[in-house]
C-alpha cells in the first residue's frame, strides 16, 4: 500500500492546559517515529526500531532542527499575537507537512500552516505556490512565494527528495510493523423499533484504511446517516462501526461488505433477517472478488499564522524542514 512521512509541529503563547512551548511529533503512517519537546530539549526515538538504527549523529542532528524550529515557533506566536492585536490569552501556532509514496511510485507532498484552530495558508503543491486560505495571510505568502525567499521552491525539494528519502529509509527500518496485515473480525446486529437499524462492526484490523458498507439485494448501497469514524484500539488495530436504518420488505436481504488489504476476497455477513433479542449475528460469507482493496489515508492536517498588519517589516521566518540543515532557514 500507500506510506506516508508526516510532522506535526505545534507553538503555544504560554503553558496552559500543561503543554510545552514547542513540541514536534513525525510519523511513519500511523507509527510515531519520533518526538521532541521544549521541556526535553532533544529529540527521542519513539519506537524500538528507530532507537537500533539511527545513531547518535542523527538524533544530533534532528535536535539542531527542532532547536531551530523552535526559536521560529516562539517568534511567531508573537508576531501573530501581535498582528491581530492579541496582548494576552493562550494562542498557537500549528504546522503539518510531509510526503507519500503511492504503490505506483507517485509521490505527493503536503504542507499546512494554522494559527488558533484557523487555517492559514497552504502550499499547492501542483503549481508549487502558497495559497492564503484567510486575508490575513495574503503579506506572508506573498513574501513567500518572492524571487528573493522563493519559499515554495525549497519546500519542492524537500518534499519530493530529502522527505521521500527519509520515508524509505525509516520504511526499511520497521517495514515488519508498518506492513504487517490484521484481518478484521466482522459481526452483525439489529435493534427493532420504527424502523430496523442494522449495525455491522469490523474490528481488531490492520492498517487502519478499511471499507465497511450495508448492501441490499446484493447490489444497491444502503446510505448511513452515522458518520464512518475508525477508532483505535489499545493493541494498534481499529474497529469501526457503520449503521443503516431499513424498512425491510419481503424479498429484500441485506448484507455488510468489508474490504480489507489483509482480505483476499471480500467478506460478506449477511443479516438473517429480524432477531427475537435484536441482537442478531451474522454468517461470514467470503465470496471471490478478485481484488485486494488498497485505501490511500488522506493525511489532514492543520497549519496557519497570522499576518500583523502595518508591520511588513517585521515578518515570519520559516522554520528548517526535517532532515535538512537549521542553516536553511530563510526570512520571509
Known amino acids: 500500500g500507500s506510506h506516508s512521512l508526516r510532522y506535526y509541529y505545534t507553538g503555544v503563547s504560554d503553558r496552559a492546559f500543561g503543554l510545552p512551548e514547542f513540541s514536534t511529533v513525525g510519523y511513519v503512517d500511523d507509527i510515531q517515529i519520533e518526538r521532541y519537546s521544549s521541556d526535553i530539549g532533544r529529540d527521542e526515538p519513539a519506537t524500538q526500531w528507530m532507537k537500533e538504527k539511527e545513531g547518535t549523529e542523527y538524533w544530533e542532528h534532528q535536535t539542531q532542527v527542532s532547536k531551530g524550529s523552535e526559536a521560529w515557533f516562539k517568534h511567531n506566536v508573537k508576531v501573530a499575537m501581535d498582528r491581530f492585536n492579541q496582548s494576552s490569552g493562550t494562542h498557537m501556532v ?12 507517485s509521490i505527493r507532498g503536503y504542507y499546512q500552516d494554522g494559527y488558533d484552530g484557523r487555517e492559514f495558508f497552504a502550499l499547492d503543491t501542483e503549481k508549487w505556490v502558497y495559497v492564503p486560505t484567510v486575508r490575513e495571510a495574503q503579506l506572508t505568502t506573498q513574501k513567500w512565494n518572492s524571487p528573493e525567499v ?7 525539494n524537500y518534499l519530493q527528495n530529502i522527505c521521500i528519502e527519509g520515508l524509505k529509509r525509516y520504511l526499511s527500518y520497521g517495514r515488519a510493523e508498518l506492513e504487517r496485515r490484521v484481518r478484521p473480525h466482522v459481526k452483525i446486529s439489529d435493534h427493532q423499533s420504527d424502523t430496523t437499524e442494522l449495525r455491522c462492526q469490523a474490528y481488531g484490523f490492520y492498517p487502519r484504511e478499511i471499507d465497511v458498507k450495508w448492501v441490499k439485494n446484493g447490489r444497491d448501497d444502503v446510505h448511513s446517516e452515522e458518520a464512518k469514524e475508525i477508532l ?3 493493541d494498534g488495530s481499529y474497529q469501526l462501526r457503520v449503521t443503516a436504518e431499513v424498512t425491510p420488505k419481503e424479498g429484500d436481504s441485506y448484507a455488510c461488505h468489508v474490504e480489507h488489504s489483509s482480505l483476499e476476497e471480500k467478506l460478506i455477513v449477511v443479516w438473517p433477517g429480524p432477531s427475537k433479542d435484536g441482537q442478531n449475528m451474522g454468517i461470514i460469507i467470503a465470496i471471490a472478488v478478485v481484488a485486494v482493496l488498497l485505501i490511500v489515508a488522506a493525511v489532514a492536517g492543520f497549519a496557519i499564522y497570522k499576518k500583523r498588519a502595518g508591520k511588513p517589516d517585521a515578518g515570519y521566518t520559516a522554520a528548517a524542514n526535517r532532515d535538512s540543515p537549521p542553516s536553511s532557514i530563510v526570512s520571509a
Not at 500549528?94 to 511510485?105: A, S
Not at 522563493?150 to 519542492?156: A, C, L, Q, V, Y
Open 150 to 156: 522563493n519559499g515554495p521552491e525549497r519546500r519542492k
Open 232 to 234: 483505535p484500539n489499545p
Open 94 to 105: 500549528q504546522r503539518m507537512y510531509g510526503c507519500e509514496l503511492g504503490d505506483d511510485g
